[in-house]
């Protein structure tokens, strides 16, 4: 019987990543069968989570990481190594290209920054930021191959931000923040998830072009709250824009008092989500 290697299940992995609804972009199924994901969820067996919470896998074969699941980091903090398919949704979004200067937040053990530094080549940079220490004393050895990538312990949500081309948020949040938006160059893509809480909610990119804030829903998500960017006052708010129905007739993100507006889809304290691109 023919065993498959760990390189055979990368290869198999990233080729149903290619295949996963709303991947779209060969660059990132590409990315992906070049990450190893075993260097960066620690020695097997693993805490896999599933609906009914985590369980402990069977095996401590690296192969099984080749497959759409959750594996814990931390789990006594609910930290995870995210769900493949999502990401390369998000990523697929994007349209990461080579030479972009990327601002990951929530980077935990590295590996989603190792998919975004191949995204960018050797031509771009990658800041990966964390507040967890023991993630990032993980993440700084995990890339250290990867020389475009800097690992900072920092939270992602205090000034200054660095001018950037793609912000991708790894942790959720209750509104978008107006540094990040300001910090995208123009042309640039913030992704973040916009969650009420640890309930589902959905990733949100928004575009700038100018002083113009174009915002499109990628995919539904659910996301450990972000420290500085969520809310627990604001949850009720989220929660019922997206008990709502309709986030995919999101067109943009305003800034300003959005109280009683038609094209409203939620209102936040100083921003809003809007069915219009040009309400001001």
């Not at 990233?14 to 709303?22: D, L």
């Not at 060969?26 to 992906?32: E, K, L």
């Not at 995204?119 to 700084?140: K, Q």
């Not at 475009?148 to 509104?175: F, H, K, W």
Request: hydrophobic share 40%.
């Amino acid at each position: 019987m023919h065993e498959v290697t760990t390189t055979e299940a990368r290869r198999q992995y990233a080729k149903a990543i290619a295949s996963a609804p709303g991947v779209d972009d060969d660059r990132v199924s590409q990315a992906f069968a070049k990450v190893p994901r075993e260097q960066f969820v620690g020695r097997g067996p693993w805490m896999i989570l599933s609906r009914e919470g985590y369980a402990e896998s069977k095996t401590a074969d690296p192969t099984l990481l080749y497959d759409d699941i959750v594996v814990a980091l931390l789990p006594e903090k609910r930290i995870n190594n995210g769900q493949p398919s999502l990401h390369a949704q998000c990523l697929s979004a994007a349209r990461i290209g080579p030479s972009e200067r990327v601002l990951h937040i929530g980077c935990g053990a590295g590996y989603y920054s190792a998919i975004l530094s191949e995204l960018v080549t050797s031509a771009g940079a990658v800041a990966a930021w964390d507040v967890e220490p023991t993630l990032v004393d993980w993440a700084r050895r995990n890339l250290r191959r990867w020389e475009n990538i800097t690992v900072t312990l920092r939270s992602g949500t205090a000034a200054p931000i660095p001018e950037s081309d793609i912000i991708y948020v790894c942790a959720g949040c209750t509104q978008p923040l107006r540094a990040w938006a300001d910090a995208l160059s123009d042309g640039g893509r913030l992704l973040f998830p916009l969650t009420p809480g640890w309930d589902y909610g959905g990733m949100l990119m928004i575009t700038r072009a100018a002083d113009r804030f174009t915002a499109k829903f990628v995919c539904k998500c659910s996301f450990i709250p972000c420290i500085g960017g969520s809310s627990g006052a604001d949850e009720a708010t989220v929660r019922d824009a997206f008990a709502s129905g309709n986030m995919e007739c999101v067109s943009s993100l305003q800034f300003g008092n959005g109280a009683g507006r038609d094209d409203a889809w939620l209102v936040g304290d100083g921003w809003w989500l809007s069915t219009s691109q040009t309400s001001q």
